[in-house]
């Protein structure tokens, strides 16, 4: 269940049940998680999909080297710094590094929901 927060983001109400019979009994879970669907930065934003990605690629029985090629999709000009921060700590690719993936960033889209600033697709090669 999604509901608009006081500072218009968007708000995400998840809830966690189990295959306890007493939960859906006494209409309790067993979590329930509630905040905004994204963070607030592009910074963090980045850094949350970078590990999404990262842990798609293990889930395949890849590691994070495996990642070859990221497009990264970012709607606001003044973002790009941060984004390009968040590619490097998640992927490496900084000095004395084995390098980072392939990369291109788009500046200037607009997404679905207001408060995306940042899209990214990754490939990878998993042996």
Known sequence: MSTPSSDNTTSQTLYHRTSNPY??????SRA?????????SAYQQAIAIFSEIIKAVETLGGEKEDI????????RDEDAEDVGRALKESLGGGEG?????????????????????????ADAVVP
């Open 97 to 121: 590094d084995r390098g980072g993936p392939a990369a291109t960033m788009i500046l200037g889209i607009r997404f679905v929901d207001k408060d995306m600033r940042v899209e990214i697709e």
């Open 23 to 28: 939960e859906g009994l006494f209409g309790y």
């Open 32 to 40: 329930v998680k509630k905040g905004p669907f994204h963070p607030s």
């Open 68 to 75: 070859t090629r990221v497009r990264m999709f970012v709607t």
